[in-house]
């Protein structure tokens, strides 16, 4: 893999065959048909994603891209800056919300400093540092199309990287104090929606706060005028490393036929750019949860993901995304392990033979 582009064009639509041949299977099961709803949709698309009419699935990673942000100086969030390096220790220690719920349900964890504005050293540590943080989008353009498409090609790596030690499953995750801002513009550009609609409270800013992230997001997308038909342009001019790093993990999955589970709105502000440059990626993403997050249902549906979890939970970090890996596990066990109406002696509808 060598250019955006070459891996771009490696991305290939599902197996139709083997979803059809999965549909076979799931309506040959002693159940009603579709009487397991979504887990049969699940089912399915891991036909498709995988070729493999009986999906089996592997070790499985949550991916948690670190990294800063400039347009922190403008005041958008309830945090200080400096909580990203002191999180990103805490996530090596294993001490984070997405360390407990990963274990909870048998993932890795696997930390990547692609900008996080402080010197990390740590033996797990993933170290892709494009630069420390990015630039205040508020005043000129967060990355250069260069750090961008770098960003982008260090989550391809990574996940590369990851399939090659027998991974075959992947969750998003994110660090960034600072991020709903960038993540806001993005759904705002790429769907022409108004920031009014898009910016939203991330750590839990009041009112007079959020007029004024509003203001500051729209003030970045009018000086820098992002193209809305060039993802990349808008992921330079008003994303952020991290939001890159992933858009890259989700474009990586779908190049190794993986499934990608996304998890909040950040995560989600990455994966319509994903889609965005290359439309068939959308196939291999699953949504994890609807988020807290104002504006969160919004960019789910311009992607046309539809969540599979409820919980109002809103802190990113892969939380909601791990929390689905035991419902994608069980979509395949249900084509694994159960009974056909032949083999069970099961009589099937009154209306079949
Ligand atoms: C201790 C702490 C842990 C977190 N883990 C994820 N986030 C989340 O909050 C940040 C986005 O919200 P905003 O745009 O308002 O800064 C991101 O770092 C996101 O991952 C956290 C935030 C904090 C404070
Ligand atoms: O949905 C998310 O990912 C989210 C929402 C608020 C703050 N941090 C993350």
């Keep these: 893999m060598n250019t955006l582009e070459q891996m771009i064009s490696g991305i290939q639509p599902l197996k139709a065959e083997a979803v059809e041949a999965a549909s076979l299977h799931l309506d040959s099961l002693t159940k009603p048909p579709g009487s397991l709803g979504r887990l ?7 036909a498709g994603i995988s070729g493999r009419t009986i999906p089996e699935l592997g070790k499985k990673a949550v991916i948690v891209m670190a990294g800063d942000h400039g347009v922190c100086e403008e005041g958008v969030s309830a945090f200080p800056a400096e909580v990203t390096p002191q999180m990103v220790l805490n996530f090596l220690n294993g001490g984070a919300a ?14 990547v400093d692609i900008g996080v ?8 540590l993933v170290s892709r540092k494009v630069r420390k943080g990015t630039r205040n989008m508020a005043v000129e353009p967060a990355m250069t199309e260069q750090e961008t498409v770098d960003a982008i090609l260090a989550g391809v790596e990574i996940v590369e990287e990851l399939v090659g030690k027998g991974y075959t499953m992947f969750a998003t995750g994110e660090m960034g104090i600072g991020n709903t801002t960038p993540s806001s513009a993005i759904l705002a550009v790429l769907t022409g929606t108004d920031v009014g609609v898009t910016v939203g409270r991330g750590t839990g800013i009041d009112d007079e706060r959020m007029r004024h992230k509003q203001t500051v997001i729209e003030r970045a997308i009018e000086r820098n005028r992002p193209n809305a038909d060039q993802p990349v342009d808008v992921l330079a001019k008003v994303g952020g490393l991290e939001i890159a790093g992933l858009t890259g993990v989700i474009l990586g999955a779908a190049l190794h036929r993986c499934p990608v589970i996304i998890d909040g709105f950040i995560s989600s502000a990455a994966a319509l750019v994903a889609s965005r440059i290359a439309p068939h990626s959308t196939a291999y993403m699953l949504a994890s949860h609807l988020s807290q997050e104002q504006g969160h249902a919004l960019l789910l549906e311009a992607i046309g993901l539809s969540p599979m979890l409820r919980m109002d939970m809103r802190l990113g970090e892969g939380t909601g995304a791990v929390l689905a890996f035991p419902l994608i596990e069980a979509a395949a066990k249900i084509m694994q392990e159960m009974a056909t109406f032949s083999s069970a002696g099961v009589s099937t509808a009154l209306d079949s033979e």
């Design 98 to 111: 997405v360390n407990v719920l990963a274990r909870h349900t048998g993932a890795d964890v696997v930390c």
């Design 117 to 124: 504005n402080a010197d990390l050293e740590h033996p797990q």
């Design 40 to 46: 049969e949709d699940v089912a399915r698309q891991l």
